[in-house]
């Protein structure tokens, strides 16, 4: 057998030592001074804004949610914008919508209905036949285009009204809808302006359901009106408690706010007797949230509402709140409360290591295992085969305690995770692998990250395209493709932790800590990553990157030739996968004993092929086992040499 010693294949702009392979709009970007190539945002950065203050009225069993809406857009771009390009998520149900992912009937509704459309108060069509940009709205469309009266000129500002409304699916349609016939969710329901950024422009990609999101940061003030004796959660703060909250419920809610202990705020039998919400036959709730990706919502007149609060910034003392709502069926969601507290403790004293960013967390009941700003959607995971493999409810809290790591990735770094999931979903697997170290220990976590991020998902098969850049736009690959799923979640995990290993635990947390205060509340893309970790101070680290992130690679090592020199045992190591992985050796002696020698990533920085592990104690070698951990070689028949 031969081994290549030549470096892996790297997407190449042709120059010597070129650094990372830069894109034209990035290239672009450099040139107009919004970002910089060491890592920092330009001087010219900028980011457009929206203000959205919406009512919605739902009030179950009626599935028609009704909405008015006003939305203040500011242009802080440098260009006249003369249309507004609108997303609307609610048009995937209809049914000559273009999907990624198989439907049922009960999946199709008309989409979302807009009423009333007005531009700076001058009423407007918003399906016009006449317009020049009709084209760009075709049947099963999720984006709209409208050509404005005017153009929005730099700095300049548009105030939109819309009247709109929506039939609601069951929840397992796509993360959103009736959960049952008195618990809905609502989740991407509102039209927005969507992404127009320094680097490319308006983001007009259809949303298919095949990858997640690309919004903005927006203010939102959103009113819910609904029935008395539901309950209303939402991303965001309740301004107004004693409006539609008896002053029982207001108190116990309140000292939740300021103490460790779990309470319960309501039972279902509660809310149905009365002596939970207000009296008026319907109520608004009224929410606030700033400065968020996006706003989600959550009612029911039967689920039990508990809560408590955590220190996330021990320095100053403040905490932050933590709620669970779910049915009494779900028994594994009885100990949630606490499994958020556990989550934001160590994502905000750990990994990453910055304080929840803000007032606090709410996990529904629901079917969609999914997050949104401040709101967690996840299913009870009762009688699953993978909870029968880990302790009593242990796998309900590892898949909340994953929804909750977002809220650092995307939503407060502000992550495009429709073109470049792996800064979303690869962090957010990396922190749950670290996390769970803790709950579960070392082995328990290796086994459930090995099964579940890696071989489940078709990673080590031969044909699964595993080789695939993480850096591969996500929007340019079918949502169907096993590298789908591995390229954004476990191989990015494992290209963050084998870059943890490389650099040890200060330089790596230093670089990811300057990534995130430089970007937080922007819009960072994966070079302005990659360089605030070089820029950070501890060193350059541009040849990993091209190897992990930007190489077609693979993993598998291989032992191979072991010599004796000297009292010295010499093992060759070889890579034909070509990824830059850190391993172990395990060295068994013919006195009986053993010793476990481990290798950091830097092993493979001179040469991509090959190196070699000398290990000096004068002991009689008698077997070499080559053990990669969580970092699953593809092909184990070779990690092995026996005397």
Do not use: C
Request: hydrophobic share 40%.
């Amino acid at each position: 057998m031969s081994w290549a010693n030549e470096s892996p294949w790297v997407i190449s702009n042709g120059q010597a030592d070129a650094g990372l392979y830069e894109p034209r709009h990035i290239q672009k970007a450099y040139e107009k001074g919004t970002r910089s190539r060491d890592g920092k945002p330009g001087p010219n950065y900028w980011q457009n804004h929206a203000t959205h203050k919406i009512k919605v009225t739902v009030a179950p069993p009626d599935k028609k949610v009704r909405g008015e809406q006003v939305i203040i857009y500011t242009n802080n771009s440098p260009d006249p914008l003369p249309a507004l390009v609108f997303r609307m998520y609610m048009d995937a149900h209809k049914p000559e919508a273009l999907r990624e992912y198989p439907t049922s009937r009960d999946f199709m509704t008309s989409g979302i209905t807009v009423e009333e459309f007005s531009v700076d108060g001058a009423v407007m069509l918003w399906d016009d036949p006449k317009s020049p940009v009709a084209g760009m709205n075709f049947p099963g469309s999720t984006t709209h285009t409208i050509l404005l009266p005017k153009p929005i000129p730099p700095k300049g500002s548009v105030s939109i009204k819309m009247r709109w409304n929506y039939d609601l699916v069951r929840d397992k349609g796509w993360k959103e809808g009736a959960i049952d016939d008195s618990t809905f969710f609502l989740a991407y329901f509102f039209p927005r302006v969507t992404n127009y950024s320094d680097d490319s422009g308006w983001d007009t990609r259809l949303f298919t359901m095949g990858r997640e999101f690309n919004n903005d940061f927006a203010d939102f003030d959103v009113e819910v009106v609904s029935p008395r004796d539901y309950v209303v959660w939402a991303t965001g703060e309740l301004q107004n408690p004693a409006d539609v909250l008896q002053p029982e419920i207001v108190a116990r809610l309140k000292a939740s706010e300021k103490s460790d202990q779990v309470a319960t705020i309501a039972e279902a039998a509660d809310i149905k007797g009365g002596k939970v919400t207000a009296r008026a036959a319907m109520l608004s709730w009224k929410w606030r949230a700033k400065h968020v990706p996006d706003f989600a919502l959550a009612l029911s007149n039967h689920y039990r509402w508990q809560a408590s609060s955590v220190v996330v910034a021990p320095s100053t003392g403040r905490r932050v709140g933590v709620q669970a709502a779910y049915a009494d069926s779900a028994t594994d969601f009885k100990p949630m409360v606490e499994y958020g507290r556990q989550a934001l403790q160590f994502a905000s004293t750990k990994y990453p290591g910055v304080p929840y960013p803000y007032p606090k967390t709410t996990i529904i009941l629901g079917g969609a295992d999914e997050e949104y700003p401040m709101m967690v959607n996840d299913g009870s995971n009762i009688g699953s085969p993978e909870a029968a493999s880990l302790p009593e409810n242990a796998f309900t809290g590892f898949v909340a305690t994953h929804e909750i790591l977002h809220s650092w990735f995307p939503f407060y770094m502000g992550i495009n995770e429709k073109r470049y999931p792996f800064m979303d979903e690869g962090w957010t697997t990396a922190f749950e692998y670290l996390r769970n170290r803790e709950v579960l220990g070392v082995e328990k976590a290796d086994a459930l990250f090995k099964d579940f991020r890696v071989v489940k998902v078709g990673w080590p098969e031969a044909a699964s395209g595993n080789e695939i850049p993480v850096i591969t736009p996500h929007d340019s690959l079918f949502g169907q493709a096993s590298v789908f799923a591995f390229n954004q979640y476990g191989k990015a995990a494992l290209g963050y932790l084998a870059l943890k290993d490389l650099m040890g635990d200060e330089a790596f947390k230093k670089g990811l800590h300057t990534f995130m205060e430089r970007w937080h509340g922007k819009r960072p893309l994966p070079w302005d990553m990659f360089n605030s970790f070089n820029n950070a101070g501890v060193g350059d680290h541009s040849w990993f990157f091209k190897n992990w992130f930007f190489g077609y690679n693979y993993m598998d090592l291989a032992v191979g030739e072991v010599r004796t020199d000297g009292g010295s045992h010499i093992v060759k190591v070889h890579n034909p996968g070509g990824m830059a992985m850190p391993f172990d050796l395990i060295l068994n002696y013919a006195d009986g004993t053993s010793e476990r020698v481990h290798r950091t990533p830097a092993a493979w920085q001179s040469d991509g092929g090959a190196t070699d592990v000398t290990v000096s104690n004068g002991k009689t070698l008698s077997a070499v086992t080559l053990d990669t951990g969580i970092f699953v070689d593809f092909n184990p028949k070779d990690n092995s040499w026996k005397q």
